[in-house]
């Protein structure tokens, strides 16, 4: 227990086994929090500087090196842009190929997440080994998920790490029903597990800790939306994406390298799973609303650690939504359009497994590429992410050093940011003095 007149400092100089560099510093005092900072230090990877001059066709094979958890994300906002420049609209043939390959790179991204990186931490464990140890058939059912995922993606987009068949108008390739019967096989073995996973994670020890959010995601008028859509806020938004700059700003924090988005009127905002749940939950097919209702999540979830759940129910959703279209699936025929370059500038966005990506390029006659701006979930998010952890090390303040490091911890990956895409990796430093 702290006492009057005494400090306690969590210092976290390098997160160990992430991807990206960064360190949290929090300092409370007779029992108060003083500071809270969640530092990014790795130095800036200057993706929209050496955009430019390249082609406009070589967006989405560029930008998919941005991540290599979500890189469809990347290339689905980076086609969505350049085709919205370029004054174009894909079939509704490709639209739907797209959407399946989404579904792919959320199967895979939410299972690596939910149980190899986040369950651990609820069940008191070090890492995704110790949880096979005790719980043998759920990781190796999570494992036949994530496999299940990966060959979605690979089918579609060529490999599973980094597609290489997406390109502006739709597809090098588009696959034969013959080749997608062998995934949907995959994905229909899945489904059991999917199915009883909500209220599987619904029953972890999960704190009470309730938050008032501005959601911030896409919406469509009859779908679950992941690959297009408008921006709704629960504030009241409701965009295209080129209105998306008139609304939030990114700006420079002398702690971080990342930059920090709000509200043009300068408060934080939620993107990811929780705002899409919010605002969308009830465009969710039966059998993902059956799961969600059954893991006590209601209409909307302002509990961060809830997340996990909320992720669980995007499998779910994500496992359905790809058999279905793989049963109406017609390949498009010709598996994209021909784009020219023209003059102008487009924006895209969709919906990452993290949340909101929004992309905005500018273009000359040549197709080359002039201006790029990307901000990524993790940006949004960072603001609200070191408000969750003010508000949750001020909650359990009281606890002793080591459970206050696990909420710590917890606290950042709810979010499943970018930088944290390993297990247990705040090693903190404690000083008191």
Same mark, same amino acid.
């Given at each position: 227990m702290p006492e009057n007149g005494r400090e306690r400092r969590f210092v976290t100089e390098a997160l160990a086994r992430v991807e990206g560099e960064g360190a949290m510093h929090v300092t409370l005092r007779d029992g108060r929090v003083e500071d809270v900072r969640l530092r990014i230090y790795e130095p800036p990877r200057f993706f929209e500087a050496f955009l430019r001059g390249r082609q406009f066709t070589e967006v989405p094979d560029i930008t998919a090196r941005i991540c290599g958890i979500c890189p469809v994300a990347y290339q689905m906002s980076a086609v969505a842009a350049m085709e919205d420049a370029c004054g174009v609209a894909v079939s509704p043939q490709i639209r739907a190929l797209r959407r399946l390959l989404y579904c792919g790179e959320w199967i895979e991204s939410h299972t690596l997440h939910v149980f190899m990186l986040h369950a651990p931490d609820f069940l008191g464990l070090q890492n995704a080994f110790e949880m096979a140890a005790e719980h043998r058939e759920v990781v190796e059912s999570a494992l036949a998920l994530k496999k299940a995922g990966n060959e979605l993606v690979r089918v579609i987009g060529g490999r599973e790490i980094h597609p290489i068949n997406v390109r502006v108008g739709g597809f090098y390739r588009a696959p034969t029903r013959a080749e997608l019967a062998p995934v949907a096989r995959g994905l229909e073995s899945a489904l059991q597990f999917a199915t009883?996973? =909500? $209220? +599987? &994670?619904? /029953?972890?020890?999960? =704190?009470? +800790? !309730?938050?008032?959010?501005e959601f911030v995601a896409l919406s469509e008028p009859d779908t679950y939306a992941i690959e297009g859509g408008r921006l709704r806020s629960s504030g009241g938004l409701n965009i295209g994406p080129g !209105?998306?700059? !008139?609304?939030f700003v990114e700006e420079h924090v002398e702690h971080s390298t990342a930059l920090h988005s709000h509200l043009r009127d300068g408060g934080s905002y939620l993107v990811g799973p929780l705002a899409r749940y919010a605002l969308s939950q009830d465009r969710l097919s039966p059998l993902a609303s059956s799961a969600a209702a059954e893991a006590g999540l209601g209409d909307a979830c302002r509990n961060p650690f809830q997340s996990i759940v909320v992720r669980a129910v995007e499998i779910l959703y994500a496992v359905e939504e790809a058999l279905r279209l793989i049963e109406a699936y017609e390949p498009p025929d010709p598996p994209a359009i021909e784009v020219e370059p023209c003059v102008g500038t487009g924006? /895209? #966005?969709?919906?990452? =497994?993290? /949340? &909101? &990506? #929004?992309?905005?390029?500018?273009?000359? !006659?040549? /197709? $080359?590429? &002039?201006d790029a701006r990307i901000v990524p979930p993790t940006s949004q998010n960072q603001r609200r992410i070191e408000q969750d952890l003010r508000d949750s090390v001020q909650r359990f303040a009281e606890l002793p050093d080591q459970e206050l490091q696990v909420r710590c911890e917890q606290t950042i990956r709810n979010y499943d940011p970018c930088i944290s895409c390993a297990t247990h990796f705040l090693k903190l430093e404690v000083e008191r003095r």
């Open positions: 009883i996973a =909500p $209220s +599987f &994670l619904s /029953g972890l020890p999960i =704190p009470e +800790f !309730e938050q008032e959010y !209105e998306y700059p !008139e609304h924006a /895209g #966005w969709t919906e990452a =497994p993290r /949340g &909101l &990506l #929004w992309h905005q390029y500018a273009i000359d !006659e040549q /197709g $080359s590429i &002039l």
